[in-house]
Nanobody
Framework: QVQLVESGGGLVQAGGSLRLSCAAS????????TGWFRQAPGKEREFVAG????????SYEDSVKGRFTISRDNAKNTVSLQMNSLKLEDTAVYYC?????????????????WGQGTQVTVSS
């Protein structure tokens, strides 16, 4: 059983940056496709970014392309999400997820393990 813990959320002004980290225990995170999802109040959880188990490729939701970067640190057993040029609409709880998939799933049902989430609030 893989346990995931997110960190790095907080309050930031629009245009600023945050770096989220997802730390895994109980398993090797690089054995899994890893994704970041977010859920804003009153909205469904949505895919933000994902990285293949091998780390060779990544996928992004259109609204974050060019602003967010997902990466792996296999030595630390972590996956990070660097978020730049943050916008008000990026405000949400961000979740890390890991799944046994050879690709980069964009649907939350394809992921087997989830963290508890970290709040990101972007202010004007």
């Amino acid at each position: 059983q893989v346990q995931l813990v997110e960190s790095g959320g907080g309050l930031v002004q629009a245009g600023g940056s945050l770096r989220l980290s997802c730390a895994a225990s109980g398993g090797i995170l690089s054995d899994y496709a890893t994704g970041w999802f977010r859920q804003a109040p009153g909205k469904e959880r949505e895919f933000v970014a994902g990285i293949r188990w091998s780390g060779g490729s990544a996928s992004y939701e259109d609204s974050v392309k060019g602003r967010f970067t997902i990466s792996r640190d296999n030595a630390k057993n972590t996956v990070s999400l660097q978020m730049n040029s943050l916008k008000l609409e990026d405000t949400a709880v961000y979740y890390c997820a890991a799944g046994r998939d050879s690709g980069i799933p964009r649907y939350n049902v394809r992921y087997d393990f989830w963290g508890q989430g970290t709040q990101v609030t972007v202010s004007s």
